[in-house]
């Protein structure tokens, strides 16, 4: 029998066989992904899992989680509160509405400082900082102060020649600047907002929601710096030359208002109304809340209220549990796939790789909120695929809202099909 296969191998024609079959394998699978290429699938099933199933809402475009039994009543026209630790909105009025932002602005300013500029450097006063409108700490062109003293001033008092002077500094133009402020929000997530000013004075495109101000506050406050200088009461600084010395306090009240509480910024502008943005930070609870349009003048003091009113809410009603703490019993079972198949590859499956770290991860949750997960994977790859590349979700939800995607990729790389190795494999049998 040996001898009998032995005779085929050698003869030509049976090689010639083999050759010719190789071809028409290779040639049905050219035709075959041309086909793929122009969507004529009528020769054979889709795939029952597709990259349209796997497009899940972005975590911006996530209506935010409100309790619709609870009315905070609040003044404001947009509000939200928000965990710190992950960016979840636990409450919103209006939290996606696109509004004016008076002086929180400047926190993105600041933030854009710490990251990109010496704070040692020495800023010299154009006249187009020097001429900014009230309020103002009244700098004059040509004078020079250290940019750190300039922080002090922009966040305590709120000066928006200082404002200016910054901008000019760090970005080379207050366009530049304020371009480099918008890239920063993109960048956190923020992706409704942009700055035309880094002083909030309005102006046509200048615009954030409650809801991205919460998001930016809460990346500003994981910055130590930005942390000391809110939370600075009082400030001493002098022009560079000695021509002048300036004191500047903190004019937020909510630093002294609850207890933890993390002063952030206060802002207000005709078009905006009276606005802020405040943190607490107690008994492993770190929350951010954002009002805007909290009333005009007389009512300087509803944005106080608004605030206290959403902070009291986060504290009374949340508590610090870890994602498993809360999984649903059907959800515990749940595991990703140790591999997918390959179509038209040399090896039949890869193995995948994810992660399950999400599910230690603290956050607050109300009573009675529970976490579901849910596994989004394609049906099968096609060859060639790199190591790495992006096959499905692992999906959590809390209460039915997406919270969090975690990606499943391939842990390695396959080649496609192609006429040699059809000629190996038909060897084989030889």
Not at 169 to 195: L, P, Q, R
Not at 335 to 350: A, D, Q, R
Request: aromatic share 8%; with cysteine.
């Amino acid at each position: 029998m040996n001898s009998y296969y032995e005779k085929l191998r050698k003869n030509k024609s049976v090689q010639i066989f083999l050759v010719c079959t190789a071809l028409v394998f290779s040639s049905f699978n050219l035709i075959k992904e041309k086909m793929i290429e122009s969507n004529d699938l009528s020769w054979c099933h889709k795939r029952s899992a597709s990259e349209e199933e796997l497009k899940l809402p972005e975590a911006e475009d996530i209506p935010p989680v409100i309790d619709n039994s609870t009315n905070l009543q609040l003044n404001a026209l947009s509000a939200c509160l928000m965990d710190a630790s992950n960016g979840r909105v636990l409450y919103g009025k209006d939290a996606y509405k696109e509004m004016s932002m008076a002086s929180t602005t400047k926190i993105m300013t600041l933030l854009v400082v710490l990251e990109n500029a010496n704070l040692d450097d020495v800023v010299t006063v154009t006249s187009n900082a020097a001429k900014q409108p009230d309020v103002q700490l009244n700098i004059q062109t040509g004078e020079q102060y250290i940019l750190r003293d300039l922080l002090y001033s922009l966040m305590l008092e709120s000066h928006n020649d200082t404002a200016v002077a910054i901008a000019e500094h760090v970005g080379g133009s207050v366009e530049g600047f304020c371009n480099m402020m918008t890239d920063k929000a993109k960048e956190i997530g923020a992706n409704h907002t942009s700055f035309k000013t880094p002083n909030g004075l309005d102006a046509d495109g200048h615009y954030t929601t409650a809801r991205d101000l919460s998001l930016i506050a809460s990346y500003a406050i994981k910055n130590p710096e930005f942390c000391k200088i809110v939370g600075t009461a009082t400030h001493q600084f002098s022009e560079v030359n000695r021509k002048r010395s300036y004191t500047v306090n903190n004019r937020n009240r909510f630093l002294f208002m609850m207890k933890g509480a993390i002063g952030i910024k206060t802002g207000f502008t005709g078009k905006a109304g009276y606005c802020f943005v405040g943190a607490v930070d107690i008994d492993g609870k770190t929350l951010v809340s954002t009002v805007l349009g909290s009333g005009w003048p007389p009512h300087k003091t509803y944005k106080w209220a608004d605030t206290t009113k959403l902070m009291d809410y986060g504290l009374k009603n949340f508590e610090v549990y870890s994602l498993y703490e809360r999984l649903t019993p059907d959800s515990q079972y749940i595991k990703v796939p140790e591999e997918i198949s390959v179509h038209n590859g040399k090896i039949n499956s890869v193995k995948l790789v994810s992660t399950d770290e999400l599910l230690s991860e603290k956050l607050l949750l109300r009573e009675g909120e529970e976490v579901t997960v849910k596994i989004q994977l394609l049906d099968h790859i096609t060859a060639p695929t790199k190591e790495g590349v992006k096959v499905g979700d692992i999906c959590y939800y809390i209460n039915q809202n997406l919270f969090r995607k975690v990606p499943i990729t391939t842990a390695e790389a396959t080649e496609k099909i192609d006429l040699p190795y059809m000629i190996r494999e038909i060897f084989k049998f030889w």
